[in-house]
Structure formats: C-alpha cells, structure tokens
C-alpha cells in the first residue's frame, strides 16, 4: 500500500509516492500558478497525483494528504487562508480532492504535518514527547505529546512563532508585539542589520549590499558575523537569544524530551545555537533539561512531502 504526500507551495506543487516504511518511490512537481485560479490548482494536482502514482495499481493507494502554508482546519480538511494562493478562503481542499481522485484526502498545516513528519521518519523517531520548530522567513512548529500531533480546539494550535518572548517588542508581521518570529526569524535578522546599517553603524554590511540596504538578508548577515562583523555577530547573538528564551517557554509549559530545530536560519549554526543554549541554561529549571536534548532536523526539502504522508498513513 502507499500514499501520496503533496507539499502545496506559492509557487510550486510537489508530490511524492511513499510507502508505509517512509520511502518516496517516485516524485513529480509542478508550477502552482495561484493566479489562475483555485479550481485550475486543485485540477494540476489532481493530475500531479495520478502522474506521481502511474506505476502502481490505483487500488494500492491508501489516502492523498497535502500540506499547506497558513491556517488549516483538520477536522474539516479546509484551507482557512493561504496567503500566498490568491482566493484560497475556506476552501474545502479535502472534499473537493476526493470527487476529483476517488481517495480519501486530508490536509493539513504544512508546519504541524513537518513535525509529524521528523517524529515518523525523522529526528524525532521514538521520542513521543517533541516539539518541531522552524526558523526561517517566519518561525512555525509542529508539537507531539503521548505520540499526538497536538491540534487544540479549532486545529490551531502549536503556533510557535507568535508566542510574545518580548513584551512591546518590534511589530510582528501577525500584528502583534514581541513575538518570537518577530525577533528570532530570518526576518527580523534582516531588519535588525537593515536598522544598524540606516544608523550608521560601523559594519561591513554596507559594502556587501552596494548601498542598497533592502537587499540585506539573513544570509548575508550570517556570511558578515562569520567574517568577524561585530555588527553582524550582535544580530545573530539576538536572534539565538529570544530563540533560547522562546525554547525555555515551550520546555516548561510542553517538557519535551527533544526539540527538533529546521529552517534556513539554523544553517548558521554556532553564531545562533551558542546564544540560544545560553538562554536556555540560564532559565530553564534543571528538572526539565533531565533526559533533554535538542536535534537538527533531518528531512530537509523532503519534510513537506512526508510530513503529508505520514498523516495520510495514520
């Protein structure tokens, strides 16, 4: 039997046959093209499915099941809002999937489904008490108790970027202040060195952008803090900083026995886990770093596509 995992993106659609051991057998993608609209997208993975699932009987598949950026109800399998698929608003992405494919399909939040993902086929096999948390452009995360996803009243839950770690911190993008994502994201690392450069400060930063302080991104940080850049050394300190603190939050109110860190501001490595291990030995209560640890995630680009299947095979 397999299943097939969709990964839903702005910009493309990605696909994959996996079987029960976790293996993608086969893998398609496609452009999305948002712009022309939900019905065009929901036919180009209709078709995505069949192409990805050509070599084997239709009968051998189990269940279709797509991560989505943006709130999700999983009850329901309804995309509340995707803000990067223009129109997509309670859309009912499950029951309109299913009449196209004759398969159960079910759909989820693509943050949730990667920590479901890391806990069946990745960093967190065997741990059932973990949290998942990705730091990139935003910060999301996924959190396993007794081997659950936990999903909370609405399926909103484990929105691990906008708890506040920072009261009457800078604006979130969520229009709040002070949350992590608003402080610890690949975002807020950029704006932070953006600020440091429009004062004037000493840093080789505004050479590497030519002036144009909008084109300072985290990267671009990361690559000046390794080269020595106090400026940008201070930015990455801050950002592993409010990431510690954020981790001591999660570890007192979920006491995890992992912490899986993914995203492409964990590739810094050292210049944010030193701060960020920091914090935590600072704060955290020494009974919950008993038999803790925290791992990098291990599924890499492949995480929104088992993250799918594993909920479609449970």
Request: proline share 4%.
């Amino acid at each position: 039997m397999y299943v097939v995992g969709i990964d839903l993106g702005g910009t493309q659609v990605r696909a994959g046959l996996v079987d029960e051991k976790g293996r993608i057998v086969r893998r398609e993608a496609m452009p999305t093209r948002a712009r022309e609209g939900q019905e065009a997208v929901l036919n180009r993975i209709a078709t995505l499915v069949r192409d990805v699932c050509a070599d084997v009987p239709w009968n051998s598949i189990r269940a279709v099941a797509l991560a989505v950026p943006g709130p999700v109800d999983p009850y329901t399998h309804t995309v509340r809002l995707a803000p990067n698929l223009a129109g997509w608003r309670d859309v009912p992405v499950g029951d309109l999937l299913s009449e196209k494919l004759g398969r159960p399909v079910l759909v989820g939040n693509d943050a949730n489904l990667a920590a479901l993902g890391e806990y069946r086929f990745g960093a967190g096999r065997g741990i059932d008490h973990l949290i998942y948390i990705t730091v990139s452009t935003g910060v999301g995360g996924g959190i396993i108790v007794d081997g659950r996803l936990l999903l909370g009243h609405k399926g909103y839950a484990a929105e691990v970027g906008h708890h506040v770690v920072l009261a009457n911190g800078p604006r979130c993008g969520c229009g709040n202040r002070g949350c992590l994502e608003a402080l610890a994201s690949g975002t807020a690392i950029a704006r932070e060195a953006r600020v440091a450069v429009a004062m004037g400060e000493e840093t080789r930063l505004r050479e590497m952008c030519e002036g144009d302080i909008w084109r300072i991104d985290a990267r671009m940080v990361g690559e000046a803090a390794r080269a020595g850049d106090d400026v940008a050394g201070r930015v990455m300190q801050r950002a592993g900083h409010y990431l510690g603190i954020g981790i001591v939050n999660l570890m007192h109110i979920f006491n995890p026995r992992r912490i899986i860190l993914g995203g492409s501001v964990m590739k810094a490595g050292r210049l944010v886990t030193e701060p960020m291990w920091e914090a935590i030995r600072e704060r955290a209560h020494t009974a919950y770093l008993e038999d803790f640890d925290i791992r990098e995630a291990s599924l890499g680009d492949d995480v929104g596509i088992l993250g799918a299947a594993a909920l479609a095979l449970e």
